[in-house]
């Protein structure tokens, strides 16, 4: 990173007016009704250091659903829950070149193709452990709690909304169970990934998830341990090529990070070892992903040199 961390704070204000409302290019995302009621305005970016640093700007307290952002972090956990060899028997890891919510599996193995698509993040749900809905949702949320730092909880009507007009991932869950890549009860695991998706977080959330992610999954703000830092390297390689659905090629060419955008108009992106990126504003381009978001990170990688390549070029530490 060729600047100073100082100059980050100066950075993200002048860059935070400079970007352009995405109107005739965004909308936000309107097959959860629920989600069609955010207020399109609201944009914020937060940065967080592997060494607790903090800077924002904008509605960086503005609550919202974490939606497909969750993908990673029950990845990790799945991870955690059944190790690498047996989630891969389940859940592929190549990307698709096709839509977050295609009805799709691999022709040969029949897996999903990734955690990061539909298909393949209701598939990892379905393997988190737990005696019962109760027991599995609460481990969830103890895991983002880790992530995060807080408590948190569910926008009920986010996920009342999800529930009813989930159909299509109804579609991908019964193909799943037609090919023994999830198991019955299909609606316990469609709930807890309705669920999951319906989180509620602030951009400073997303960014201190992210940040634990670069810190080897050790929360910088609490020091406590999110994720066995042995699951790292598969979470951030996932993200790095499936994280931006059918826009990873260009994402990795272009700004160069691991990340993972959401429906919520989120986007978290991960500098290894420095700090966690979290951007958020609701309107979405036709891929699914934050207009404002992909800009943000694209301005941030471009003047500090954060693209992976250009980190081992410099041989960089952290600050």
Same mark, same amino acid.
């Given at each position: 990173m060729k600047n100073h961390p100082a100059d980050l704070q100066a950075f993200l204000e002048a860059l935070h007016p400079a970007v352009p409302p995405p109107w005739g290019i965004g909308k936000v995302a309107s097959y959860i009704p629920e989600l069609a009621k955010v207020n399109p305005d609201l944009f914020s970016i937060? !940065? @967080?250091? =592997?060494? $607790?640093?903090?800077?924002? =700007?904008?509605?960086f307290q503005q609550l919202f659903t974490i939606q497909s952002i969750s993908k @990673?972090? =029950?990845? $990790?956990?799945a991870l955690e829950?059944? $190790?690498?060899?047996?989630?891969?028997?389940? =859940?592929g890891v190549e990307p698709t070149g096709d839509a977050f919510? &295609?009805?799709? !599996?691999d022709e040969h193995s029949k897996r999903p193709y990734n955690p990061m698509v539909n +298909?393949? +993040?209701? &598939?990892?749900?379905?393997?988190i452990q737990g005696q019962g809905p109760a027991e599995r949702l609460?481990?969830?949320l103890s895991m983002f709690r880790r992530y995060i730092g807080h408590d948190v909880y569910l926008d009920g009507a986010v996920f009342v909304s999800e529930r009813t007009s989930g159909h299509r991932n109804r579609a991908? +869950?019964? !193909?799943?169970?037609n090919f023994g890549m999830i198991d019955e009860p299909i609606e316990e695991s469609l709930d807890l990934y309705f669920q999951q998706c319906s989180v509620m977080v602030t951009c400073r959330d997303l960014a201190v998830m992210a940040a634990t992610l670069a810190n080897h999954g050790v929360n910088p703000l609490t020091g406590e341990r999110a994720i066995a830092g042995q699951y790292i390297k598969d979470i951030l390689s996932v993200m790095y090529t499936c994280g931006m659905y059918n826009f990873a090629g260009e994402w990795a060419y272009q700004i160069g990070l691991p990340a993972k955008s959401g429906v919520c108009g989120g986007i978290i &992106?991960?500098?290894?070892? !420095?700090m966690g990126i979290g951007v958020f504003s609701p309107p979405l381009d036709q891929r699914g992903n934050s207009v404002r978001g992909v800009k943000v990170c694209q301005a941030l990688s471009q003047e500090f040199e954060l693209n992976l390549f250009d980190l081992l070029r410099q041989q960089l530490h952290p600050f």
């Amino acid at each position: 990173m060729k600047n100073h961390p100082a100059d980050l704070q100066a950075f993200l204000e002048a860059l935070h007016p400079a970007v352009p409302p995405p109107w005739g290019i965004g909308k936000v995302a309107s097959y959860i009704p629920e989600l069609a009621k955010v207020n399109p305005d609201l944009f914020s970016i937060c !940065l @967080v250091t =592997v060494d $607790g640093q903090v800077f924002e =700007v904008g509605d960086f307290q503005q609550l919202f659903t974490i939606q497909s952002i969750s993908k @990673v972090f =029950v990845h $990790g956990l799945a991870l955690e829950d059944h $190790g690498r060899d047996y989630l891969l028997t389940k =859940v592929g890891v190549e990307p698709t070149g096709d839509a977050f919510n &295609a009805i799709i !599996l691999d022709e040969h193995s029949k897996r999903p193709y990734n955690p990061m698509v539909n +298909a393949g +993040a209701i &598939a990892t749900t379905s393997l988190i452990q737990g005696q019962g809905p109760a027991e599995r949702l609460n481990r969830l949320l103890s895991m983002f709690r880790r992530y995060i730092g807080h408590d948190v909880y569910l926008d009920g009507a986010v996920f009342v909304s999800e529930r009813t007009s989930g159909h299509r991932n109804r579609a991908m +869950a019964h !193909l799943m169970l037609n090919f023994g890549m999830i198991d019955e009860p299909i609606e316990e695991s469609l709930d807890l990934y309705f669920q999951q998706c319906s989180v509620m977080v602030t951009c400073r959330d997303l960014a201190v998830m992210a940040a634990t992610l670069a810190n080897h999954g050790v929360n910088p703000l609490t020091g406590e341990r999110a994720i066995a830092g042995q699951y790292i390297k598969d979470i951030l390689s996932v993200m790095y090529t499936c994280g931006m659905y059918n826009f990873a090629g260009e994402w990795a060419y272009q700004i160069g990070l691991p990340a993972k955008s959401g429906v919520c108009g989120g986007i978290i &992106a991960i500098v290894p070892n !420095l700090m966690g990126i979290g951007v958020f504003s609701p309107p979405l381009d036709q891929r699914g992903n934050s207009v404002r978001g992909v800009k943000v990170c694209q301005a941030l990688s471009q003047e500090f040199e954060l693209n992976l390549f250009d980190l081992l070029r410099q041989q960089l530490h952290p600050f």
